[in-house]
């Protein structure tokens, strides 16, 4: 028994030497020539069923380090980024994330894409004390007890609210019917918060049906929500359903306007018509006229071919916040950008990015869009409190 | 008024699983088999209507063309993976069925990827407004047409000489062969038919909620299993039947109950039928099959 247990502390003391030594050596190579460029990594899955997030997050923080290294990058330096395909694979995220620390020497990471990936890699950075920022991932655990980590996007309870105060305040709604999918987190959790300010204000919500990821038909609850006759309806769900939700709402005839949240971005791609005058909430709207805005469009548009989405524009946010953070920390110790990233506050394509205590975006600017003619049309910015 | 609503609701989603339960019915009725790729045919059907519907053809040429093309699908399948094993044990034409309903479903995945594709509008949507309740047109069309297509079945099992025929060789295959009757030609006919309302099923799946993917004809098909098994398996009014009671059964305990409970409480009804009444509800002892 003492001998495994003196073996096993021995093991642990190896481990954790080899850990600081790895530590030790990143910060020394990077802290040296003013001249040497500074490297960050970025990581995401870029191929795979889910590809579409990675590809987003990846390409927009490469845009965004080639605009910075064309305006002379952080003090003279240059950024030098490192980008590698997790394939949404949390293993394949641990030794992506071993790779930028040991072999390629990142300074910070933006990064991860999805909450998976980012929630495997959140020990270690904790443990190397690691700058890290994620644009995308949304589950809750990826900041909390993780002094180095940061998110620039907001949580779903926040957009949930957002979505409600706008059916109160703007639409001037009294009561709601929510159609949820209760076979998923992010449905489920949007439904509730949403539900949440609906009761606080102590107006009506007539209905509150889920529905399993496996239902296409809708029409037992949508006759339902018709009987009930509520002001308008809250759909948080992705956009394929949602498309197959709203025609259904069509054919019956229900003339209650619909809202959303930020899985409804590229629902106008297939389902045009049937959204035709719905609302909701999103990162940011390509239809913004503000010049930070329409600037980026045009730039990765040029540069890729493809308009951006949501994804894309909190990937490319991210990396100003790293940038300007190194840069007001004046150097590329993890400490001193952890502690700059905290006090930071930059405006963005997706609004003010600044953090509280626990290291998320904290009264973000939220964008309703309403959907015409299948496009996004800026209705107006909400910050909740 | 929304217990009415609801009935109609339910008048829709069984009159789907009562078409694609007839293709369950007939095949069982005449060799035996479930054929569990049945739902894939369904599958099939859907796509090449979504094939033939983007390609702006006309909507009688997308029914023509998916309900062909399901049809040559089946006895496609009928000859290169039961055919050979009309002999064998039934367990190992099941487990065939089964992987056969494996590869067609990968075989779309491949062909058509994972993605949803969304079906264009065929058919226009018009909701009818009687009194305080609201059908859209949508629901008229795919329980006119699969009535239509229920009846014309049975007109032809009942009154045809290939019906007649289909009707010796379920009974007894071995003396329908010396009467005379072709039951390899009959068989096919079979599987060809139900193939056929299969992709029936499948259209009015896909208009009526928008979209294809290759894992669309999972439940239906095994929902349309448990209606054929409801109504009597190998017993074609048993599948109408079964395939009603099946719509009428989950709206309302999507309505009454619970939306998650809907697909338990369906399938709970396999588990009673096998128990308390394995013929089904139409089955008799002497069985008049397909």
Same mark, same amino acid.
């Given at each position: 028994m003492k001998k495994r247990l003196l073996s096993g502390v021995l093991a642990i003391m190896l481990i954790a030497s080899v850990f600081t030594f790895a530590a030790c050596g990143g910060g020394d190579t990077n802290g040296g020539e003013d001249s040497d460029p500074i490297k960050i990594g970025v990581f995401g899955p870029?191929?795979?069923? +889910?590809a579409a997030y990675g590809s987003a997050v990846v390409n927009s923080v490469k845009l965004a380090v080639e605009e910075i290294n064309a305006n002379g990058g952080i003090d003279g330096r240059m950024i030098e980024v490192y980008d590698y395909d997790t394939k949404g694979d949390r293993a394949e995220a641990i030794s992506t994330y071993n790779r930028l620390r040991d072999q390629d020497e990142v300074v910070a990471i933006i990064g991860g894409t999805i909450s998976g990936e980012t929630l495997a890699v959140k020990e270690l950075a904790i443990e190397d004390n690691m700058p890290m920022l994620t644009p995308t991932a949304t589950a809750a655990d990826v900041t909390i007890d993780a002094p180095s980590i940061f998110r620039a996007c907001f949580l779903d309870p926040y957009q949930a609210a957002a979505a409600a105060r706008f059916s109160i305040d703007t639409l001037e709604a009294q009561s709601v019917a929510i159609l949820y999918n209760s076979d998923d987190a992010y449905s489920e959790g949007l439904a509730e918060s949403y539900k949440a300010v609906f009761d606080e204000e102590g107006l009506t919500v007539t209905n509150y049906i889920g529905y399993t *990821?496996?239902?296409?038909?809708?029409s037992t609850a949508l006759t339902q929500i018709r009987n009930a006759d509520p002001d308008v309806i809250f759909l948080p769900d992705y956009y394929d359903s949602v498309g197959q939700i709203a025609t259904q709402i069509r054919d019956m005839g229900l003339e209650q306007v619909c809202v959303g949240v930020?899985?409804?971005?590229?629902?106008? +791609?297939?389902y045009a018509e049937q959204v035709e005058g719905y609302y909701f909430v999103n990162h940011?709207?390509? *239809?913004?006229?503000?010049p930070t805005v329409q600037d980026f469009i045009a730039a990765f548009s040029e540069k890729y071919d493809q308009e951006p989405n949501a994804l894309g524009a909190l990937g490319y946010d991210a990396t100003f916040v790293m940038a300007e953070a190194i840069k007001n920390a004046g150097s590329t110790d993890g400490q001193a950008i952890i502690d700059a990233l905290a006090s930071i506050e930059y405006k963005g394509v997706t609004g003010t990015i600044r953090f509280d205590e626990q290291g998320d975006a904290t009264q973000k600017d939220i964008a309703i869009i309403k959907l015409v003619d299948g496009k996004h049309e800026l209705v107006e910015k909400l910050v909740v409190e | 008024m929304v217990f009415i609503q609801q009935l109609i609701n339910g008048l829709q989603v069984g009159s789907i699983y009562a078409v694609i339960a007839l293709g369950y019915t007939m095949v069982y009725g005449i060799?035996?088999?479930?054929?569990?790729?049945h739902g894939e045919v369904m599958m099939m059907g859907a796509y090449f209507a979504f094939l033939a519907a983007t390609a702006g053809m006309p909507i009688w040429a997308v029914f023509l063309i998916s309900m062909l093309g399901s049809a040559v699908l089946g006895m496609a399948i009928e000859r290169v993976a039961y055919k050979p094993l009309r002999d064998a044990p039934r367990i190992s034409a099941l487990i065939t069925a089964i992987a056969m309903s494996l590869f067609l479903q990968n075989l779309a995945l491949v062909i058509f990827k994972a993605d949803p594709k969304v079906m264009p509008r065929i058919v226009p949507n018009i909701p009818i407004t009687v009194g305080d309740l609201r059908i859209s047109s949508i629901t008229v069309i795919t329980f006119v047409v699969s009535v239509a297509f229920m009846a014309l079945l049975t007109f032809f099992v009942n009154k045809t000489k290939p019906g007649k025929a289909m009707r010796a060789v379920s009974e007894d295959k071995e003396a329908a062969t010396l009467m005379g009757i072709n039951a390899n030609s009959t068989i096919s006919m079979t599987f060809a038919i139900g193939s056929a309302l299969a992709a029936l099923g499948g259209i009015l799946y896909g208009v009526a909620y928008t979209q294809v993917a290759p894992t669309m004809g999972l439940l239906p098909g095994l929902k349309a299993f448990v209606a054929a098994v409801l109504g009597g398996i190998g017993i074609i009014p048993g599948a109408m039947l079964g395939g009603f009671i099946m719509g009428f059964v989950e709206t309302f305990a999507k309505a009454y109950i619970s939306g998650r409970w809907a697909d338990a409480i369906v399938f709970g009804i396999l588990i009673v039928v096998l128990s308390v009444k394995p013929t089904g509800i139409l089955g008799k002892n002497v069985r008049e099959k397909v």
């Open positions: 870029t191929s795979g069923p +889910i *990821t496996n239902d296409v038909d809708f930020d899985g409804w971005d590229s629902v106008e +791609i297939d940011f709207a390509k *239809t913004d006229p503000d | 060799v035996k088999l479930i054929n569990f790729a």
